[in-house]
């Protein structure tokens, strides 16, 4: 608290600032105020509202009262020594999320697709040629990134839903011979869940480094960066690790720092250039962190706790966890009559389930059915899943059987009121 005299001294001072700055010049007296003309918004006279809303689709979901919390501590300085003892224990958690010992190990500032661009960005350079794995919309994502900073890009396509096998992976890497192949881990805009074991192998053999997308399975499906021979991988805050949008572990071996800090061109981004980062987050050795741009403050505070939690319930535990959830909604999903859309068990994604859209229904008609009736965010699909699936996301802190069982309800009043006469 202040001392009296300093306050003493303030309220003095504030009291001699006049409401109205006014200086005199020789064209006259200008008022400070006087160029206004746009008077302030009714909307930003009225207080902040914003509904609650159980929110199971794909992401983000809602968030548990203790990261809320964390995010909601007083504010300190990005550069503060306090600040870099909370980065370098979100490089631990992330370690230990990502299964990995990578030194390399960071959170970006911004959402998954800030480390999308940050991976493909720093580790290709104009020319090169990148295989990408296209069965949903993040790999046309990653397609379009690379096209778009001058990389030569081949691609592997499947229909949403499908899947790559080991062997046609390693042929067209060996007809291509790629820097990089991208492969999304849980393609959310399917629901599927993509085997990774010895693709890392099959890209090392050909010199090739592996990319994996992991925003919508991180903590929710096993995935071992290390042991699987994963180059780079990032996720997102948002989905299992239940933090709020905004921030986006991520991590890179060291074949691939390798490939990274012996360029002949810098990266075409200043803000995601791995070079400033490494030095910012404490990874390049150097005794002494230099400012490169203002970090997400409240958002590493929630990223921290979020990581803190997953700690203690133990990877493990929240791989099966998130299964046996996934596995009641699914059971509840077929008693309905509905089908999920990926028929194998094994390949389904066990924090967002995809559901064939009923014959008959309109699917826009539910999703807005069940939000006005019952506040539940479910949606439809995304990119090339457009109006084949719906999808339900239970994962983090509303991965549970009760919010299962609500959703099931939901979906269930849905199909009774939105029945079409032409079903």
């Known amino acids: ?61 809602n968030v548990p009262p203790r990261i809320l919390a964390a995010g909601g501590r007083p504010i300190i300085g990005h550069m503060h020594s306090e600040m870099f003892g909370i980065m370098n224990d979100i490089k631990k958690g992330i370690q230990y999320a990502f299964q990995t010992s990578n030194n390399m190990t960071l959170a970006m500032s911004g ?84 085997p990774v074991d010895g693709v890392g192998d099959i890209c090392h053999k050909h010199n090739c480094l592996l990319l994996v997308d992991s925003v919508a399975s991180l903590g929710a499906a096993p995935l071992l960066m290390d042991q699987q021979n994963i180059d780079i991988l990032y996720t997102g805050s948002q989905k299992a690790l239940n933090a709020p949008p905004g921030t986006a572990p991520i991590s890179f071996s060291e074949r691939a720092c390798h490939k990274m800090f012996n360029r002949k061109t810098k990266p075409v981004s200043y803000l995601l250039d791995m070079t400033h980062l490494s030095n910012y987050w404490g990874n390049d050795g150097k005794p002494v ?96 899943s457009v109006g084949m699936v719906l999808r339900i996301g239970l994962m983090g802190y509303n991965c549970n059987k009760a919010n299962a069982a609500m959703a099931l309800a939901a979906l269930e009043d849905a199909l009774k009121q939105c029945r079409k006469s032409k079903a």
Request: glycine share 10%; with cysteine; net charge neutral.
């Open 111 to 194: 959402s998954g697709h800030t480390a999308m661009e940050c991976a493909v960005f720093n580790i290709v350079e104009p020319g090169e040629s990148v295989l990408v794995a296209i069965n949903g919309i993040w790999g046309e994502r990653v397609a379009e990134i690379a096209e778009r900073m001058g990389a030569k890009v081949h691609t592997l396509f499947k229909t949403p839903g499908g899947h790559f096998t080991n062997a046609e992976i390693e042929q067209v890497l060996a007809k291509h011979k790629p820097v990089l192949f991208f492969l999304t881990h849980g393609e959310s805009s399917a629901g599927l869940v993509h």
């Open 289 to 384: 962190r230099i400012y490169h741009h203002t970090g997400p403050v409240s958002g590493f505070f929630a990223l921290r706790e979020s990581l803190a939690i997953l700690a203690e319930m133990g990877l493990e535990n929240s791989w099966s966890h998130h299964t046996e959830v996934a596995e009641y909604l699914w059971k509840g999903l077929e008693d309905l009559g509905l089908k999920l859309f990926i028929k194998d068990k094994d390949l389904r994604l066990p924090s967002v389930t995809t559901i064939a859209i009923p014959e008959g229904y309109d699917w826009k008609e539910l999703l807005a059915y069940i939000m006005k009736h019952h506040q539940i965010e479910f949606t439809g699909g995304l990119g090339p």
């Open 1 to 61: 608290m202040m001392p009296r005299s300093v306050l003493s001294r303030c309220a003095r001072l504030t009291q001699q600032v006049p409401l109205e700055s006014a200086r005199s010049t020789k064209h006259g007296v200008h008022r400070g105020m006087s160029s206004v003309t746009i008077p302030p918004p009714a909307c930003m006279l009225r207080p902040l509202e914003a509904p609650y809303r159980y929110l199971f689709g794909p992401g983000p979901s």
